[in-house]
């Protein structure tokens, strides 16, 4: 299937916004595993496994980078933008983020860092063709 640029744009966010969710299918799993309490759930971070804390932080931090990504998505989409970068940019930028989540939760630190790097890159990526298309 070869998408439009403004297409890959689109789609891009609403990968963004499923992937956002990905890291939290473990946290879930594990507040059943150790008894999930209705009446503090934010207050069972403290007693649930390690990988499932940081799949809790991998899932915070998609929000925050969800934002960025949306806005430069939007900005390139509103913008005009049709170069295949902007293309390469919204996949990368949701390949980046799912082995950000993964990478988090198995705990490989480095790794974790490389993917950040990588999916920022994107999205600063799809700012500056969006500048560019507007000057």
């Given at each position: 299937m070869n998408l439009s640029v403004n297409a890959s744009l689109l789609y891009g966010i609403v990968g963004a916004v499923i992937l956002?969710?990905?890291?939290?299918?473990?946290?879930?799993t594990a507040r059943f595993q150790v008894g999930y309490d209705m009446?503090?759930?934010?207050?069972?971070?403290?007693?649930?496994?390690?990988?499932?804390q940081r799949a809790t932080w991998a899932h915070?931090?998609?929000?925050?980078?969800?934002?960025?990504?949306?806005?430069?998505?939007?900005?390139?989409?509103?913008?005009?933008?049709?170069?295949?970068?902007?293309?390469?940019?919204?996949?990368?930028?949701?390949?980046?983020?799912?082995?950000?989540?993964?990478?988090?939760i198995v705990d490989i630190p480095a790794l974790r860092s490389l993917m950040f790097g990588i999916g920022s890159a994107s999205s600063f990526t799809l700012f500056t063709l969006s500048l560019k298309t507007l000057s």
């Open positions: 956002t969710y990905f890291p939290y299918l473990f946290v879930a009446s503090a759930p934010r207050a069972m971070l403290d007693k649930l496994p390690p990988y499932a915070q931090n998609c929000f925050e980078a969800l934002i960025i990504f949306t806005v430069a998505a939007l900005m390139a989409y509103v913008t005009g933008v049709d170069s295949d970068w902007a293309k390469i940019s919204a996949i990368a930028f949701l390949a980046s983020r799912f082995f950000f989540s993964l990478f988090y």
